[in-house]
């Protein structure tokens, strides 16, 4: 887009070359003060047709498909970030779990160190990488609390067993 003799960039005092998002950020703001000062031919409203390769605007139904399978994707990263727990068997993708061990790197603090990874893992939020030593321990944990409940239950047995007794005693019911 030009203005007057010169590119919008040149009158921000940008390099035309620069596509980091940093710059993308600061520029916005740079865009809007120059074209506040000057004119431009231009009648959209708003300067974020510089910074975008799509011209025209985003279809209503269009926005709305895009809007919800947005919102879809933040669900899901939720739900798996919330089933991380414990020994995985399944990811959530449905892809099997293996048992990865990380090579001695030179970036690696701790080489060595196993995970619980999905086979079809992708850094996307989507997939599981668990730390083994988190997992063994949650599941550890698990088990201990099941156990717990197990021994309730036998000692309430137990006692059922002593109650019977005592009222077959008293009753003075004797099955054969």
Request: net charge positive; glycine share 8%.
């Amino acid at each position: 887009m030009k203005i007057g003799l010169f590119s919008l960039n040149r009158a921000v005092g940008e390099s035309p070359h620069e596509t980091s998002s940093s710059h993308v950020e600061g520029s916005y703001w740079l865009v809007r003060r120059a074209l506040s000062m000057v004119k431009v031919v231009d009648t959209r409203e708003s300067p974020h047709f510089l910074l975008s390769p799509k011209k025209d605007r985003m279809d209503p139904a269009e926005e709305r498909r895009h809007s919800k399978k947005q919102k879809d994707h933040c669900n899901m990263l939720g739900f798996v970030a919330d089933s991380q727990y414990g020994v995985p068997r399944r990811c959530a993708c449905g892809g099997r779990i293996i048992d990865e061990v990380r090579g001695k790197e030179d970036y690696d603090s701790l080489p060595g160190k196993r995970f619980f990874t999905c086979v079809n893992y992708e850094d996307d939020g989507l997939h599981y990488r668990h730390p083994w030593v988190v997992g063994v321990q949650e599941e550890i944990k698990r088990l201990s609390k099941r156990l717990d409940e197990a021994e309730q239950v036998m000692k309430g047995v137990w006692k059922l067993n002593k109650r019977i007794e005592d009222l077959e005693v008293s009753t003075g019911y004797n099955p054969v």
